[in-house]
């Protein structure tokens, strides 16, 4: 499968705990997103990666929220101190820089998470 | 802000019928908008992208379209079939912050048998 491949798919909690998640982009694709999506609501963006580069952050991603991707390659995003409001499913893409007019994202899985 | 709202929110169907779904965005600046699949719990699956330049894409039994200046888009699903259930969304990438997708909140389609 050379899609993208995140993990865990799901990830159960206590409020307070830390937890990190990971994700494996197409392996030419230079660029990655992360994106949380709730219940009934599409997916809002959070994060976006050139490279090892974090070029974007939303004013969503807290100050409990860091995401790397080291080399390039997989990145990780983690949350300290969780809290109920972080139960959601997070949601990576990759995409492989092109025109801003064709640049399709292609999304993985994701990891539900769920904070006690 | 860009803004992207799809009506209906939930549609039912009996198997065999062709369907329109439909997405509009409140700032016409963009670069392509994209429709997407999700089924329960799962991810996205791209599923058509039209560019900026472009008034509509084709993939199968799949038809969208792109009117930029009224800042809409359909979706027509073909002869309709149970396999097609599922949630759609489309999305937006803005000229003003183009490294991001703007979502609407989807239309969760049922294909009855």
């Known amino acids: 499968d050379t899609g993208v491949s995140q993990d865990p798919r799901h990830k159960i909690t206590k409020r307070g705990q830390n937890v990190t998640f990971r994700c494996d982009p197409i392996s030419e694709h230079n660029r990655l997103y992360w994106y949380r999506q709730t219940l009934g609501q599409g997916p809002e963006f959070l994060t976006y990666?050139?490279?090892?580069?974090?070029?974007?952050k939303s004013r969503l991603l807290s100050d409990r929220f860091s995401a790397e991707r080291p080399k390039g390659s997989f990145s990780t995003l983690e949350i300290q101190r969780t809290e109920q409001g972080d139960s959601a499913m997070y949601l990576c893409?990759?995409?492989?820089?092109?025109?801003?007019?064709?640049?399709?994202?292609?999304f993985g899985s994701g990891t539900q998470l769920s904070v006690l | 802000k860009q803004e992207v709202t799809q009506i209906p929110a939930a549609l039912s169907v009996p198997e065999g019928e062709n369907l329109v779904l439909n997405c509009s965005f409140t700032d016409s600046a963009i670069y392509n908008l994209q429709w997407f699949r999700q089924d329960p719990g799962k991810g996205l699956t791209s599923l058509l992208l039209i560019q900026s330049s472009q008034r509509e894409q084709t993939s199968g039994r799949l038809n969208a379209s792109l009117d930029k200046s009224s800042g809409r888009s359909t979706l027509y699903i073909a002869a309709s079939q149970p396999g097609d259930s599922a949630t759609y969304l489309c999305?937006?990438?803005?000229?003003?912050?183009?490294?991001?997708?703007?979502f609407g909140k989807g239309t969760m389609l049922l294909v009855s048998p």
């Open positions: 893409a990759s995409s492989l820089e092109g025109t801003a007019t064709n640049e399709k994202l292609f």
């Open positions: 990666f050139q490279n090892e580069a974090q070029l974007e």
């Open positions: 999305a937006v990438r803005a000229l003003l912050g183009y490294s991001t997708l703007t």
